[in-house]
């Protein structure tokens, strides 16, 4: 089963490699990152790198597409090779999805029109107006189509597509392996459970990028 996950410059690490770390445990999985071209591709703080074992046109037809989300996104809403790519393997796959601003860019390759999907809670405007039914949920499925909210959403995004893939029996050893039972300090991962004044900090000194 090959697993693509695109990466591309300032991706942010944890949109593809929360996903990596349970995907790659499914029986009989193949990850591949790849990309435009296969070198390494650096990620939004630039501190860490990922290398692309493969170019785009090395991996036409995955099983499973995913595309992480980051500020680098901005770059890649012009219709161009990353979308013709996508819009080919999307053809084939069995599930196309996406994490945080991912789905800017399967929106904007036109695979998301009419679809339910999500983002990060910054992107949903954006979101919508691509042509996505936008949902405020951390976690949406919509026939194939599996989208994540923001950055750490991508780990339960990861889980519930590895139970639909392989059962939840397998899924949940995976969770298990990962020791994945989130105690977060603080109750302030959503802007509906943030003080207000740190959603406003957020929303004044993110990296975030609009696309509109």
């Not at 071209?37 to 501190?47: F, I, S």
């Not at 012009?78 to 860019?105: K, N, Y």
């Not at 995004?157 to 105690?183: C, F, H, N, R, T």
Request: proline share 6%; net charge negative.
């Amino acid at each position: 089963m090959d697993i693509a996950i695109l990466i591309y410059p300032r991706f942010t690490a944890l949109d593809a490699v929360g996903p990596y770390e349970v995907l790659s445990r499914l029986p009989g999985a193949r990850v591949t990152f790849v990309a435009e071209q296969a070198t390494l591709q650096r990620t939004d703080t630039g501190q860490l790198g990922l290398l692309a074992d493969a170019a785009l046109e090395e991996l036409p037809n995955p099983e499973i597409v995913l595309v992480p989300g980051g500020p680098g996104q901005s770059e890649l809403m012009e219709d161009g090779p990353v979308h013709a790519w996508l819009r080919a393997a999307d053809a084939t796959s069995t599930w196309t999805a996406s994490v945080c601003t991912g789905s800017l860019i399967l929106g904007a390759a036109g695979l998301l029109t009419g679809r339910r999907a999500t983002s990060n809670w910054q992107a949903l405007d954006d979101l919508g107006g691509l042509g996505a039914e936008v949902v405020h949920e951390r976690v949406v499925f919509d026939g194939k189509y599996a989208t994540a909210a923001g950055v750490t959403a991508g780990l339960d995004m990861a889980l519930s597509l590895a139970a639909k893939v392989a059962g939840d029996q397998v899924a949940q050893a995976i969770q298990l392996g990962l020791e994945y039972d989130p105690e977060p300090p603080f109750d302030a991962g959503s802007p509906g459970k943030a003080p207000a004044e740190i959603v406003e900090a957020v929303r004044a000194y993110s990296r975030f990028e609009h696309v509109s």
